[in-house]
């Protein structure tokens, strides 16, 4: 158990913010203790590993984080492994874990930064494969100390979103999470410039699969060692069939997902750069070069110098296209 007074808190936008206590455990018993001695008092806040919050100012009050590790194994048969994994274990290497193993699921989401625990938190999503179509439960103690165990269907998955999200269960922490995996050889390349990238591939297999998807994500995604930023800033707004066709008479060229019958998703990164904002600078803060959804600290901005450009790139698709985006990273 870890306490550290005024600690910086990490996050991939690179904000310099502190809180007034952070606090860290690597067990749920030792979760368990901090609660029983009274150390999480409100306000608390539970981040994993800060790859999608954006600090508007100082935390005044304490930040939890999860050092949960292990991959387990919990059962297996021909056709199948369970795993339950610890919520701090960095979910890139959790994918890598499984590509190295021949355990088939997690290869396209490699390189999302962030924690097992808060994938389950926010149903993380990239080339056409969601983690929730890979998680059987999902494990919690709450700020009373009471265990309890979700079972998939029971977290309210959809776009970017689950149960875990809503105000009311900031105060249930993600412990391990539980995952089924295939052993039976299976791909999804039918999304975006897959099929195209493994041309220049002698043929497919996980580890290659995992190196196109890193190479695609790695062109237009700013590593946030080297440039801040939280990945895609703004979610994909889903419209009406009705408003969809008017605009498309508009704009024929624009790219869009059928998502039902009559929900069409539209690319919130194709917007923004037709408003002519990508690699456009406010202050500090930009809007990335290679990819419009994507926000970057040039170096030494704020999280309010961050919610300006938000707002201003806001503004300009809701001027030009009749629509409100949202952001996707939460504003703390
Ligand atoms: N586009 C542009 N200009 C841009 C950006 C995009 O014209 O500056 C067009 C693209 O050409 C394409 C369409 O918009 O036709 C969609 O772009 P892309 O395939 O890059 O995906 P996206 O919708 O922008 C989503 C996820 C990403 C995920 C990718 C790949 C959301 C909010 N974002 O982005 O997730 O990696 O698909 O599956 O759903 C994240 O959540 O942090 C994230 C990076």
Redesign the pocket.
């Known amino acids: 158990m870890m306490e550290h007074e005024m600690r910086k808190i990490p996050n991939t936008f690179g904000l310099d913010v502190e809180a007034a206590v952070f606090l860290e455990y690597s067990s749920v018993e030792e979760l368990e203790k901090l609660i029983a001695a009274g150390y999480i008092t409100s306000p608390y806040l539970h981040i994993g590993g800060g790859s999608n919050l954006l600090f508007t100012g100082d935390y005044k009050g304490v930040i939890l984080h999860s050092r949960i590790g292990g991959i387990e194994v919990i059962a297996e048969d021909e056709e199948k492994v369970a795993l339950r994994v610890g919520a701090g274990v960095v979910w890139d290497d959790f994918v890598a874990y499984c590509v190295e193993h021949g355990w088939y699921g997690t290869e396209n989401l490699s390189l999302i930064p962030g924690e097992v625990g808060a994938s389950a938190v926010q149903n993380?999503?990239?080339?056409?494969v969601e983690v929730k179509d890979l998680i059987s439960f999902v494990e919690t103690m709450n700020i009373e100390g009471v265990k309890h165990v979700y079972r998939m269907d029971e977290c309210g998955y959809s776009y970017?979103n689950s149960i875990f999200k809503r105000p009311e269960m900031k105060q249930v922490f993600v412990t391990y999470v539980g995952f089924t995996l295939s052993k039976k050889e299976h791909y999804m390349l039918d999304?975006?410039t897959i099929r195209q990238e493994l041309e220049k591939y002698p043929g497919v297999d996980l580890k290659i699969l995992r190196q196109v998807i890193i190479s695609i994500?790695e062109s237009?995604?700013p590593d946030p060692k080297l440039l801040g930023n939280a990945?895609?800033f703004?979610?994909?707004p889903v419209v009406s069939r009705e408003v969809f066709e008017v605009l498309r008479k508009q704009y024929p060229r624009m790219?869009f997902y059928e998502m039902g019958t009559d929900r069409i998703k539209i690319?919130?990164?194709?917007m923004?750069?037709q408003c002519g904002w990508?690699g456009k600078s406010l202050g500090p803060a930009a809007v990335h070069d290679k990819?419009?959804?994507v926000l970057v600290n040039r170096g030494g901005a704020t999280g309010a110098d961050i919610v300006a450009l938000s707002d201003a790139v806001r503004a300009s698709v809701r001027e030009k296209f009749g629509i409100d985006i949202h952001p996707?990273v939460n504003f703390i």
């Open positions: 993380i999503g990239a080339y056409g970017r999304y975006g994500r237009k995604l990945g895609s703004f979610m994909n790219p690319p919130a990164g194709w923004i750069d990508k990819q419009a959804l996707e």
